[in-house]
Nanobody, 123 residues
Framework: QVHVVESGGGLMQDGGSLRLTCAAS????????VGWFRQAPGKEREFVAA????????YYRASVKGRFTITRDNAKNTVYLRMLSLKPEDTAVYYC????????????????WGQGTQVTVSS
């Protein structure tokens, strides 16, 4: 069992920045991919970014590419999502997911999820 906890959300103005943190338990963290997903009110959950176990492969949805950066520190069992130039459309609950996945963009492949952290961007 892997316990996942997100932190770092908050209220920001348009153009601001935040860093989300995903902390996971377990001694085999480096064998898991980690993904960030988000869900806005009334909308479907959507993929945001993902990173492979070694950190060598990263994936982003088109609307955040160039603004968001996902990194990981396996020594700390932690993944970060640095978000720059935030826009009101980035407003959502952001979830961290951990799993051994073949398709990092597919939420169904992840086994462990956190409770989410709210990100609100005001215009």
């Amino acid at each position: 069992q892997v316990h996942v906890v997100e932190s770092g959300g908050g209220l920001m103005q348009d153009g601001g920045s935040l860093r989300l943190t995903c902390a996971a338990s377990g001694r085999t963290f480096s064998s898991f991919a980690v993904g960030w997903f988000r869900q806005a009110p009334g909308k479907e959950r959507e993929f945001v970014a993902a990173i492979g176990g070694s950190g060598g492969n990263t994936y982003y949805r088109a609307s955040v590419k160039g603004r968001f950066t996902i990194t990981r520190d396996n020594a700390k069992n932690t993944v970060y999502l640095r978000m720059l130039s935030l826009k009101p459309e980035d407003t959502a609950v952001y979830y961290c997911a951990v799993g051994r996945v073949l398709v990092p963009l597919n939420a169904r492949e992840y086994d462990y999820w956190g409770q989410g952290t709210q990100v609100t961007v005001s215009s």
